[in-house]
């Protein structure tokens, strides 16, 4: 309030002040409703994380340790933008790992029977999209917990990867305008991580689509009285992360050069869901944020890479991965009862 | 006959049963409810006052038996359906989301966006919630408070709010006095008088306390076992009459 008060009351046409009092809207900073304390404080602590390994390891500051680690966090951060939407849901998708592992096979089934490259991209990751709505429908209709339902997908995703790929690598195609977009080019992977972070982040805090997607996880029969079509909201979520993932791992895929069965699974789909978490979003539903799991996922890159530059072991890497999570949990919980302390009752509209 | 002294039933129910499975939970209903009227639907729990109001809010759909809605018949196919021609529901869990802004939840499902691209007009929206608890008297901190921060009775009020500002023709009310203490029961009963001095929003009440209910109501409607045994003029009964009824049903069914 004290803003669009001072700037009125005070009588002076001072229109800089005036423009911004219109884009923040009375009394509310404009940074609150994209930041709040849950991001900022993850913020803080990738940035001690990363001042920490700048001074302790040689190499970190560089412009190819950062491409190593943008290399770590973009498949992260591109499968949590879409993981974040679906807990928000309250609901989870255990398969999305091996969708990654799976959608490179179906670009290569694609390419190898006539299809040119772009097309052969899009038909996989369109067979991924479906293999989300499978995913939503078994979850909705037949009202599987999606915790069992995305599981048994997960082993069966797995499964047919090993068998089109007989369990061996195939190189990835080459010479063409799509890999260098898609992956081949040096920070295409990060940026496409970025533009879906943001696209994400959007959808979810400006639209009626978030609003939905809250709604849906934060009262699921209040949001259907509310005439709100609950299953549909699931089902698209489901799909979006099926296809984030499916495109994860054609990106990564192209950048290494070769298609892996082996690639992806429990692990990539677990460090997403631990981004998320470290990013803010709760396990209940109802409240999250795409930009916080981001930070997360950054905020395990910088460590993983870290940890192997100044040669720590990867056991060790997990030591600290679970006690992160636990630590965000709880800071999670607590922040919000603080929050909810410290946001006194006062009018502000 | 749907006009009656010149004023128009608002919702008529002519002959809704609906079963589920095995359990009748409606068996011919006949009911209506006028422009400024207050109805009272009282019963115990299982007579199917929660399913009569999911019928008349589009949530299911009669087995057998018709609608009338402002004399027209009419198939309610869906929430948003009954929402869109002005059948307004505050629910037993009032479908309020706890994550979201009292804004946001006074605007669920009917949010307002920019076009063509379509985000959301949130300054507009807190605007509109603003004026739509002031203009009936509900003092709540701030429009930016997350609902779950907000205290039962509040919660109720901005549930009742939501549907007085979505321009409710048909107000449906499942027991919005249920776990509520004394003050916060005496801010929705207050509410729903300044409404019915309105005058121009029929409301459909589910209440357990009776004598809530002669007060506040301008008719009571007693449901047993899926059928409307009673219906007076609340100035014409009492809460000993409405007692009486309801516990000579237990006399009755605990003789061995």
Known sequence: ?349 | MTEQNGIQDVVRAEHVSKSFGPVNALEDINLSVRKGEVLGLIGDNGAGKSTLIKILTGFHQPDEGRLLFEGEPIELRSVTHARSLGIETVFQDLAMVNDLPVYLNLHLNAELVHKPLPFLRRREMKRRAREALDSIGIDIPSVTAEVGQLSGGQRQAIAVARSVYAEAKLLLLDEPLAAMGAKEGGLILRLLSELKERGDIAIILIAHNYSQVVDVCDRVNLLQHGKITFDKRSKDTSVAELLELVHAEYRLSDVP
Request: glycine share 12%; with cysteine; proline share 3%.
């Open chain 1, 1 to 349: 309030m004290t803003r669009a008060v001072t700037s009125k009351g005070s009588g002076r046409k001072d229109q800089p002040d005036q423009r911004s009092e219109h884009a923040r809207g009375p009394g509310i900073p404009f940074w609150q409703g994209l930041i709040r304390i849950k991001e900022l404080s993850i913020l803080l602590v990738t940035i001690a994380a990363g001042i920490y390994f700048s001074v302790t390891s040689v190499g970190f500051n560089s412009a190819e340790n950062y491409q190593t680690i943008a290399q770590y966090l973009a498949p992260w951060a591109i499968i949590a933008a879409g993981q974040v939407m679906l807990l928000i849901c309250a609901e989870i998708d255990l398969s999305a790992g091996f969708v990654f592992t799976l959608a490179p096979f179906i670009l290569i089934l694609f390419y190898n029977n006539g299809l040119p490259l772009f097309l052969a991209l899009v038909g996989a990751v369109l067979m991924c999209t479906g293999i989300g709505v499978i995913n939503g429908l078994i979850r909705t209709w037949l009202n599987i917990p999606s915790f069992i339902t995305t599981l048994g997908m997960a082993f069966l995703l797995q499964g047919i990867s090993l068998i089109i790929s007989n369990g061996s690598p195939v190189s990835a195609p080459t010479d063409s305008w799509v890999v260098d977009v898609f992956g081949g080019s040096q920070w295409s992977e990060l940026i496409w991580a970025l533009v879906i972070v943001a696209v994400m982040q959007t959808i979810l805090s400006a639209t009626r689509f978030g609003v939905y997607t809250k709604a849906t996880g934060g009262n699921l029969v209040g949001a259907a009285e509310s005439g709100i079509r609950t299953k549909r909201v699931k089902i698209i979520n489901f799909a979006v992360i099926s296809t984030f993932a499916g495109f994860a791992g054609i990106l990564q895929g192209i950048r290494v050069g070769s298609f892996d069965p082996t690639n992806g699974g429990f692990n990539t789909m677990f460090f997403a869901v631990a981004a998320a978490v470290i990013g803010g979003t709760t396990l209940l539903g109802g409240s999250g944020t795409v930009v916080g799991a981001l930070l997360g996922a950054l905020l395990l890159g910088i460590v993983y890479d870290g940890f192997n530059l100044t040669g720590v072991s990867a056991n060790a890497f997990n030591v600290v991965l679970g006690i992160a999570i636990l630590v965000a949990m709880t800071l999670n919980v607590y922040m919000t009862v603080l929050r909810k302390r410290i946001s006194s009752p006062r009018r502000s509209v």
